[in-house]
């Protein structure tokens, strides 16, 4: 059963970085995908970034571009989100989740984190 365990939130300043991490366990193989999502309004989630697995290849929305970095460490089974110059508009529960694939869909993943706090204060 795959499992994933979140970490790395925090309260932070605007304009500060945070790195979320995602350990991710019980995959036998490699071709699967990592995404990461936060949670908005009610029980929505805004997808942010994923990355293959097996090919490291990332994939973002544009919304994401430029300030967010989805990466994976294989040795580790660990997926990270790098996020710069953080805005008060990201305070959310950020998530990863597990999947067949890359998708912005949320319900093309079928293993989900328990969620990290991100706080960015003024």
């Known amino acids: 059963q795959v499992q994933l365990v979140e970490s790395g939130g925090g309260l932070v300043q605007a304009g500060d970085s945070l790195r979320l991490s995602c350990v991710v366990s019980g995959r036998s193989d490699s071709n699967f995908a990592v995404g990461w999502f936060r949670q908005v309004r009610g029980s929505g989630r805004e997808f942010l970034a994923a990355?293959?697995?097996?090919?490291?290849?990332?994939f973002y929305p544009d919304s994401t571009r430029g300030r967010f970095t989805v990466s994976r460490d294989n040795a580790k089974n660990t997926a990270y989100l790098q996020m710069n110059s953080l805005k008060l508009e990201d305070t959310s529960v950020y998530y990863c989740?597990?999947?067949?694939?890359?998708?912005?869909?949320?319900?093309?993943?079928?293993?989900w984190g328990q969620g990290t706090q991100v706080t960015v204060s003024s």
């Open positions: 989740a597990v999947g067949p694939g890359p998708s912005t869909d949320r319900y093309r993943y079928n293993a």
């Open positions: 990355i293959h697995w097996r090919s490291g290849n990332p």
